[in-house]
């Protein structure tokens, strides 16, 4: 009986392991995914600084009567 009770934990630890494994993949690739918009910001950030805006703040704003 106390083999079958260690199996059972022995499994019920794998399922734990696999999806903590899972999460921690998924972590994993929202960082990578968060660092490659950061590099590409500041990448962009030179070249853009120099172009004209498109939009001025007059242009952005609403005007209520």
Not at 41 to 61: A, H, I, W
């Amino acid at each position: 009986m106390e083999g079958v009770d260690v199996v059972r934990e022995l499994i019920r630890i794998e399922e734990k392991l696999e999806h903590i494994e899972k999460l921690l993949n998924e972590l994993l690739e929202r960082e990578e995914s968060y660092a490659i918009m950061k590099l590409s910001e500041e990448s962009l950030k030179g070249f853009l600084e120099d172009e004209p805006d498109l939009y001025s703040e007059e242009d952005l704003k609403v005007r209520y009567r």
